[in-house]
């Protein structure tokens, strides 16, 4: 193990010498536990990168003993210092009741965060959970379907042509209303009936925007 010549404070530095013994290669001799405690210090020191792998290190409890408790404790503080990572491994806990309740309403709202909606990852599992609860009313999803049709039928060709359907599986903006429904359903807070009507001025709401934006 290298012998430090000077006390190391800078967060960044810290972090990076911990990656050296978190990543083994050529020049980097892998000693996990060692790169724990550098990540431990830069957190300490608020850096977010070092809070995010920390808190990920602590939930997988592959280095360490897993604690949920304290991989929360680090992910919250990365998310809210905007590291898009801990903002979509937090959604990910919420979202499979990693260690804590699950909560998709949570973990939807926290992958629509600035940053994380821009992650693959983030966007894909937005999409798999609103396909989850969507397949669980077919019917539902049908009569919408038959709605968007209807509406559709009425655009332009243009506009036919170039409006992204609602229902289509990668359209994750302005969906939160969308989503909230569906959860609603699904805890029984509200009727069938009135999620329908509900989705239906989300649809209609939509397709007024869309018809003056194509790109949506």
């Known amino acids: 193990m290298p012998i430090e010549t000077r006390p190391i404070d800078n967060p960044e530095a810290l972090f990076e010498e911990g990656k050296k013994f978190y990543f083994s290669g050529r020049d980097s001799a892998n000693d996990p536990l060692m790169a724990l405690s550098y990540f431990e210090r830069a957190a300490n020191l608020d850096f977010a990168p070092a809070q995010r792998l920390l808190g990920v290190c602590l939930l997988e409890g592959q280095i360490t003993p897993r604690n949920i408790p304290q991989a ?6 990365a998310d ?26 949570k973990a939807y709202r926290l992958l629509h965060k600035p940053g994380a ?7 894909a599992l937005a999409i798999r959970l609103k396909e989850e609860l969507w397949s669980l009313y077919p019917n539902l999803l049908a009569a919408i379907s038959q709605t968007e049709t209807e509406i559709r039928s009425g655009l332009n060709l243009r506009n036919q042509r170039f409006v992204q359907s609602f229902l289509t599986p990668g359209r994750v903006a302005l969906d939160l209303e969308e989503f909230d429904i569906l959860l609603a359903l699904n805890l029984g807070q509200i009727t069938p009936e009135n999620a329908l009507t509900a989705l239906r001025k ?5 397709y007024q925007i869309a018809q003056g934006d194509p790109s949506l």
């Open 72 to 77: 929360l404790y680090w992910l919250e503080r």
């Open 80 to 105: 809210k210092r905007g590291d898009p990572q801990a903002t979509f491994s937090l959604a990910r806990m919420y979202a499979q009741g990693l260690g804590v309740a699950k909560d998709w309403s």
């Open 117 to 123: 909606v821009g992650l693959p990852e983030a966007k």
């Open 202 to 206: 989300c649809l209609t709401h939509y």
